[in-house]
């Protein structure tokens, strides 16, 4: 199997089928990420957390799930790291499936930190394999496999407070079933999986002796940090809709999750949907768009109740999530030989980095209030447009891509 270093590869074929296969993996790995913030209010209550606590506890998942994996995407760069895959769903599992079995906080981390460095391994080794199935159709087939994490973060939330409404919280390790069956699954497609198309050999040896190629720092910078304003958004939204609805209204927990599920729904489709408008339109000119729009778009989730809520949340999470497959693309082209640290830094790392600084987000609604907190989250995506607006990169990119499908 290839390393990490990124040769043209018109001349494998797009495998749809090992895409969806890949993606599957990616959607149940991020099941239990993404059921996190949802539960973290039961959590809560049932620990007798502050606020800050449990933002500990969202930092800790972050950091081991997102922060290490340009580590992860390092040795996966190095070599094959198949085995990576089943394992990596496997343990993101076990870890969330077993956190209402303890009452002592320092476990609750413990298995917290097992699920997200199982999700962490998982990710970087992902998109680098699925890069070998896409052929030409690069940023189609970073979607197709990306919008499987979408959905698993859309999914997460719904499935753990359904089964804590309908069963009970001791239920829970009942969620470890998505994982097991990927496990299972993926070994009928293991030899395709573990051997993609080979680099024909004189493409091989072409890209062995073409000039080095340089990461662009600056512009690689400037992505980190929309990408971090761009998550802490999400998190920040998807940690503080509960908490509004569960802890602070009182509401219920049901609905709250529905709102939640919306919101990273509407971010699954803008994940397909936004990948062909940027090649059509330009990657950084996409991005623009996408920012701007949400600096727009959020402050009437304030403004608006019922059924008008939803489509405004549902918008929102399509806005803001349309650009994730895209920033990785970028990232990509700007670290051609090194696709999994690429991968690492852009959905790991900056993602990651997005995700602790939630934790502040805790400490204005211990100071201020819960609604305060909810209502500071509106100046990131300004941040988020002005930061884009300031990359240096070539929007012929997009251009260069679609010709030469």
Not at 358 to 381: C, E, K, N, Y
Request: include cysteine.
């Amino acid at each position: 199997m290839p390393t990490g270093e990124s040769v043209p590869n018109e001349t494998n074929p797009f495998k749809p089928r090992m895409l969806l296969l890949l993606s599957l993996g990616h959607l149940i790995t991020d099941i239990y990420q993404g059921a996190l913030p949802a539960v973290l209010p039961f959590l809560k209550d049932r620990l007798s957390l502050s606020y800050a606590m449990t933002g500990v506890i969202l930092m800790a998942a972050n950091f081991t799930s997102s922060l290490v994996q340009p580590v992860f995407g390092f040795f996966s760069d190095r070599g094959k790291k198949p085995l990576l895959l089943p394992l990596g769903c496997l343990v993101a599992g076990l870890g969330f499936s077993f956190l209402f079995v303890s009452d002592q906080y320092e476990w609750i981390l413990a298995l917290v930190v097992v699920s997200g460095l199982g999700a962490a391994s998982y990710h970087p080794e992902g998109f680098k394999t699925a890069h070998f199935f896409t052929g030409a159709r690069r940023a189609t087939g970073v979607a197709i496999f990306s919008v499987g994490g979408n959905l698993g973060f859309a999914i997460g939330p719904l499935l753990a407070i359904s089964i804590i409404q309908y069963l009970s919280p001791n239920a829970m390790p009942i969620i470890i079933l998505p994982s097991l069956c990927f496990t299972v699954l993926i070994v009928f497609s293991w030899r395709a999986i573990s051997h993609p198309a080979e680099i024909p050999a004189e493409q091989r040896r072409k890209a062995q002796t073409d000039e080095p190629v340089q990461t662009k720092w600056l512009p690689l910078s400037l992505i980190i940090a929309v990408v971090i304003a761009r998550s802490w958004t999400q998190m920040g939204l998807l940690s503080y809709i509960p908490f509004y609805y569960i802890n602070y209204l009182h509401g219920d927990a049901l609905y709250a999750g529905k709102l939640v599920t919306l919101f990273l729904l509407g971010g699954a489709v803008g994940t397909l949907a936004g990948a062909p408008v940027a090649d059509r339109w330009g990657h950084k000119r996409f991005l623009v768009g996408s920012m701007f729009l949400s600096s727009l778009i959020f402050p009437l989730i304030f403004a608006v109740n019922g059924v008008l809520l939803f489509i405004v949340l549902g918008l929102l999470g399509f806005v803001v999530v349309s650009t994730f497959s895209v920033t990785i693309v970028m990232a990509q082209h700007l670290m051609p030989r090194h696709l999994g640290v690429a991968s690492g830094l852009t959905v790991g790392f900056a993602v990651g980095a997005g995700g602790i600084c939630v934790t502040l987000l805790g400490v204005l609604a211990d100071r201020f209030g819960v609604p305060f907190a909810l209502q500071s989250i509106a100046v990131l995506p300004i941040l988020g447009f002005f930061l884009s607006t300031l990359i240096p990169y070539p929007d012929n990119v997009a251009a260069a891509a679609k010709a030469q499908r």
